[in-house]
Each structure stands twice: as C-alpha cells, then as structure tokens.
C-alpha cells in the first residue's frame, strides 16, 4: 500500500472490512465504536464494539504483517469476535466522548501509534484521529479498549497482538506466550 492509499477506508478493506465509516456494521446498533490502530513498526488493527440491548460484542482484525510495508500483498489476518461488560463499553464510549472535547485539531502528533475512533450513537458521529502519546486525550480509551479485547478475545494470535500494542502504549497487560498458531516472527518488537 502506498503512502497516499494510507487512509483509513483503505486500511479496514484491506483488513477485509468494508471501510472504516461505511461499513454496515456500524449501522446497525443504536452505539457503535470503531478503533483503526496503526503502530509505526506493527501491523495494523482494527477494534469494532457496539451494543444491541443488554449485550455489547467486540469484534477485531489483526494484518499478521504491516499493509504499508507489502503494497498490493494479500495480508494474512487474524479474527475474533466475543462479548465483553456493557458497562465496559459504555465507560469506553464516555473516555470518547470525553476525548472529543479535548481534541482541538484533526492533526496527528508524530507517535509511534496513530489511531482513528469513530463513535456512533442514535444518528451523530465523533469523528476523532490523532497519535497517540503520554499526554493524548484519546489513549486512556484506546488503552480501555485493549484490555477489555485481551480479557475477552478468544484467539491467542490477537491476544498476543494486542499485548505488544499494550506494550508500546506503556499498559499494563501481560505479554501472553505466542502460540503454534501465532506465525514465526510475528508480533515482535
């Protein structure tokens, strides 16, 4: 993928989503949030939660390789889908909100991860894109999201994933032991 097809809506197809914003998953539940994490040097990610009644589903993607180092490559990727606390995601979706109004500008700091949120919610939209660093009004949800994901994901291959993400974002989640199913050489700092 060349740097100028390096927008969002490129990154989730190539996960093998329908876009970032224009995908019908987001569509579908009253609240919907979306995460697009992009390391500098791991592979890319994407995050979808929503809630339908008493339930709240995570989804998520994992490239095992990064789209921007392999242009036109078809990228294996990892999958999972689980349920996680809805009071859980409903705190997540308020650090959104809360980030919104501390952001002040679309421009993205130099960081070593860059992450594009888009929360949903009965017809409006935050829109949010920035890098994330000590002081990002978006991490402490980004950070939230992780570790609900690594409690609740069922594939080790994302959970190891989401570990070295954890990691380059200082959290606190444990780095759980790569697995035979977890490709040679993936997921390594």
């Known amino acids: 993928m060349r740097f100028e097809e390096h927008s969002s809506e490129t990154v989730c197809r190539a996960l093998g989503l329908f876009g970032f914003a224009n995908d019908p998953l987001l569509l579908q539940p009253k609240r919907s949030l979306r ?9 890319e990610m994407c995050l979808t939660l929503s809630a339908e009644g ?3 589903r ?26 996680i606390d809805p009071a859980r995601f409903e705190s997540i979706c308020e650090l959104v909100k809360t980030a919104a109004s501390a952001v002040k500008t679309r421009d993205v700091p ?4 860059k992450v594009h949120v ?20 978006l ?31 200082a959290g606190e989640l444990p780095r759980h032991a790569p697995t035979r199913s977890t490709p040679a050489n993936s997921w390594s700092r």
């Open 54 to 56: 008493r339930q709240a």
């Open 35 to 43: 995460m697009l994490i992009q390391p500098a040097r791991e592979p």
């Open 58 to 83: 995570l989804a998520m993607v994992v490239a095992r390789a990064r789209l921007f180092d392999r242009p036109g490559a078809n990228v294996p990727k990892d999958r999972a889908t689980c349920l």
């Open 139 to 169: 991490k402490p949800a980004v950070q939230a999201a992780i570790a609900d994901a690594s409690d609740a994901c069922p594939d080790p291959a994302c959970r190891q994933a989401l570990s070295v993400l954890s990691e380059l974002l």
């Open 110 to 113: 130099e960081s070593r991860v």
């Open 118 to 137: 888009l929360l949903t919610e009965n017809g409006k939209r935050i829109d949010l894109e920035e890098g994330l660093h000590a002081n990002s009004p």
